[in-house]
């Protein structure tokens, strides 16, 4: 049986594999989505809908993970991300 990586949404902070999930990381340049999850650097996961990052815009998921102030225009721009996709 293989094994499915699994990452916690920082949304809804439920279990899902990690190929169901999109990858935020913090580089010098500002948050960005790790498309292709190579990215070394600080990252979390948070599900593929705008649902849940409406949730961590919510909580402030981001500020809390990433340990700095993380403006609602970045959430939005994750959620438009994922609307044009
Ligand atoms: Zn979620």
Avoid: W
């Avoid at 094994?3 to 010098?28: F, N, Y």
């Amino acid at each position: 049986m293989k094994h499915i990586p699994e990452r916690m949404c920082v949304g809804c902070r439920k279990k899902t594999a990690k190929s169901d999930l999109i990858r935020i990381v913090q580089t010098a340049d500002g948050i960005c989505v790790d498309k292709k999850q190579n990215i070394t650097a600080r990252g979390v996961y948070i599900c593929k809908n705008v649902q849940c990052i409406a949730l961590a815009k919510k909580k402030k998921a981001l500020s809390r993970q990433f340990r700095q102030g993380i403006a609602d225009s970045v959430y939005d721009g994750l959620a438009k991300e994922l609307e044009n996709e």
